[in-house]
């Protein structure tokens, strides 16, 4: 070999092994595809904790913003008037008119996204929560709390990491809100209302931010 072709040759070698790192640290060793890699600026973003940026309707038709309820402890459950769990109702209201004068609020948000379950107009919940089980605690206009028409309030309480994030599973699912604003707990539909753990953590919050 003559010394012109050796130096092309050690100049070959040199480019490859300058290559080769750099494909290496892009590749997966067990399969030899290219690892995914996330672009800069593209990390996703963690969603607020906050969740009361939002303006809806009440039942009977008042603009109501969220933000009105802060400084409070707030329990936002999504109700409906011909499930299984429809009683619960009543101790919701038991729950609400033992702790309302310590700064706590429940806020009911009728759905109809599971069997059909909450078919009627706004007035008819009205009626049937306040005649039926006397419902004091705020009350909103009928809303989606899931799928692609979930009102943004349910969309970002499901997008939260978990144990709190995730799509309502059925009526009476419960977030818990403290007095900032922060959703901060769930419980699932079969929580009853004079639960322990629900007691205990909403009256930690009543206390610790009092």
Not at 126 to 152: N, Q, R, W
Request: charged content about 25%; hydrophobic content about 35%; overall charge negative.
């Amino acid at each position: 070999m003559n010394r012109i072709c050796f130096l092309k040759n050690c100049a070959a070698v040199a480019m490859l092994l300058l290559f080769v790192p750099a494909w290496a640290s892009n590749t997966n060793t067990n399969t030899g595809d290219p690892v995914a890699t996330t672009e800069p600026g593209k990390e996703k973003k963690p969603v607020s904790k906050y969740v009361l940026d939002y303006q809806m309707d009440s039942i009977d038709g008042d603009p109501v913003k969220l933000e009105s309820f802060k400084g409070k402890v707030i329990l936002m459950v999504n109700t409906a008037s011909k499930c299984g769990l429809t009683p619960q109702y009543e101790g919701l209201e038991k729950l609400y008119l033992a702790h309302k004068d310590e700064g706590f609020v429940i806020i009911g948000f009728p759905a109809n996204n599971f069997m059909g379950q909450e078919p009627g107009t706004n007035k008819e919940i009205l009626e049937f929560c306040t005649g039926t089980y006397d419902v004091t605690f705020p009350m909103m206009a009928k809303i989606s709390v899931k799928g692609k028409d979930a009102h943004p309030l349910y969309q970002q309480l499901a997008a939260q990491p978990e144990p709190v994030g995730g799509e309502p599973t059925w009526n009476f699912d419960k977030f818990l809100v403290n007095r900032e604003g922060e959703v901060v707990a769930r419980f699932g539909p079969r929580t009853v209302p004079d639960n322990k753990e629900l007691v205990e953590a909403i009256e930690g919050l009543i206390d610790s931010d009092s």
